[in-house]
């Protein structure tokens, strides 16, 4: 489940990024992308943690 939830909000943010008119070579669309992943990687862990 959490990977269909982590898919789906890369697949928003990244339409948001190329209708704001950022291309996928600019820094700031790899950045939000980075920073997406690194997010539900620590919700996973701590999710782990509590177990």
Same mark, same amino acid.
């Given at each position: 489940?959490?990977?269909?939830?982590?898919?789906?909000?890369?697949?928003?943010?990244?339409?948001?990024?190329?209708?704001?008119?950022? $291309?996928?070579? !600019? #820094?700031? #669309? #790899? $950045?939000?992308?980075?920073? !997406?992943?690194?997010? $539900?990687? $620590?919700?996973?862990l701590?999710?782990r943690?509590?177990?």
């Amino acid at each position: 489940m959490m990977t269909v939830v982590s898919s789906l909000v890369l697949i928003l943010e990244s339409t948001v990024m190329c209708s704001m008119g950022y $291309a996928i070579t !600019t #820094w700031q #669309w #790899w $950045a939000v992308i980075l920073l !997406t992943i690194l997010y $539900a990687f $620590a919700l996973l862990l701590f999710d782990r943690m509590e177990e």
